[in-house]
């Protein structure tokens, strides 16, 4: 079993919806990460927190925005997002940056907007 | 920049046998690291085997390998003694940055098909 927990794992809003994702770590992690996957693609990172602070937004349109509210958990806030948005939303954190310090992935939540 | 390639989009493999998954990179960094994640049909995706720059052996864990050859920038992935369960898809990642944070670029990935 993953130990990066994300949920919903299957989302369905409409373009004017306002939804919430969410993922939560217990290792102690001190980064995390937001990675925006579209099919037969690979993952595409949209956010890095390191120590509860945002350090990386790689241009990501405002109808997402994150939130860490806490060294375990993340949000992605979902607004007014437009069908080309549905795609694999993969949480994921790390122990630090450095050798190793893999990224531990969640199994992702699949959102399709109408 | 950084830049990771794997020109396989797809692979076959019979039960019980090898395969490697191909993957150069190019990077002007000297210190860098390169992993390898499995991705199956459920989403999540799964670390395999990483290798840093200033290592001087190939990484194994297991049936996993990694084959460096750093004067070609080239991180091949071998699976030895090929399972059923192996079928998904593999992606080759290079890390970005240091600090606080791991900075993962991915490769598009090869889709890995073990036949009984």
């Known amino acids: 079993d993953t130990e990066v927990t994300q949920t919903p794992k299957h989302l369905v809003m409409g373009m004017t919806n306002k939804k919430s994702l969410k993922c939560e770590q217990h290792?102690?992690?001190?980064?995390m990460y937001w990675y925006k996957q579209k099919a037969k693609k690979p993952p595409e990172l949209m956010f890095v927190?390191?120590?509860?602070?945002?350090?990386i937004n790689e241009s990501v349109p405002s109808r997402f925005s994150p939130e860490c509210p806490n060294s375990s958990l993340l949000n992605l806030h979902l607004h007014a997002l437009q069908p080309e948005d549905s795609a694999l939303y993969l949480c994921?954190?790390?122990?630090?940056?450095?050798?190793?310090?893999?990224?531990?992935f969640g199994e992702g939540s699949r959102l399709t907007v109408l | 920049a950084q830049k990771i390639t794997q020109t396989q989009p797809g692979m076959f493999v019979q039960e019980k046998e090898a395969v490697t998954l191909d993957c150069t990179y190019d990077?002007?960094?000297?210190?860098?690291?390169l992993f390898w994640y499995k991705q199956p049909s459920s989403g999540e995706m799964i670390f395999l085997i990483y290798?840093?720059?200033?290592?001087?052996q190939n990484a194994t864990e297991g049936r996993y390998s990694l084959n460096f050859q750093k004067a070609r920038k080239s991180a091949n992935l071998v699976i030895s003694a090929s399972q059923l369960g192996d079928s998904a898809m593999y992606f080759c990642?290079?890390?970005?940055?240091?600090?606080?944070?791991?900075?993962?670029?991915f490769g598009a990935g090869t889709r890995l098909a073990v036949h009984p």
């Open positions: 290792m102690g992690h001190r980064a």
């Open positions: 990077t002007s960094d000297p210190s860098y690291g």
């Open positions: 290798q840093g720059s200033y290592d001087q």
């Open positions: 994921a954190s790390s122990p630090s940056g450095g050798p190793l310090g893999e990224l531990f």
């Open positions: 990642a290079m890390r970005e940055g240091a600090g606080g944070y791991n900075k993962l670029i």
């Open positions: 927190y390191s120590y509860e602070k945002l350090s």
